[in-house]
């Protein structure tokens, strides 16, 4: 079994319950559950966005996030989030599929300004610069859920909502 076909499990279980709780992304992108925290209208589309950035760690050696011309995609609906998220979803499966186990050894960096956020094995920025990411600001969109009495759903197990 290659590295890539160990993770692809792993892959799509996590694409299935990320786009489980952006179907319930409610209409109210101002929301904000306390003054540090992101208004759910930019945390709701940096997730479905992340697997672009999933698709950099395979197919690129390395990100300087202040070198490209990124803008934030702007909140519409729920719908909207959920094809933005299974477009690049499906990008990075076709990726992930395609990447040898020599690749995963090689090195990949991120950076901001030239300054290091990441340096390490492709593998290990896969699993945490993007999978554990993902998985991260899924878990803070399931809070915002529950404080807009969204039902949240059931991600590894029963929630309070779904058993």
Known sequence: MTISEALLSEFDHEVTNTRKTLERVPDKPDFLPHPKSMPLGAL????????????????????????????PLPFESAAQLVGV???????????????????????????????????????LAYREMFLNHLIHHRAQLGVYLRLNGVPVPATYGPSADEP
């Open 44 to 71: 709701a589309p940096h997730v479905a966005e992340l697997a672009g950035f999933g698709l950099s760690v395979l197919e690129t050696e390395r990100l300087d996030f202040s070198a490209g011309s990124y803008k």
């Open 85 to 123: 998220f299974d477009e690049g979803a499906a990008k990075v499966r076709r990726a992930l599929v395609n990447t040898p186990d020599e690749a995963w050894t090689a090195n990949w960096k991120l950076a901001f300004e030239g300054k290091p956020i990441f340096d390490g094995s492709r593998f």
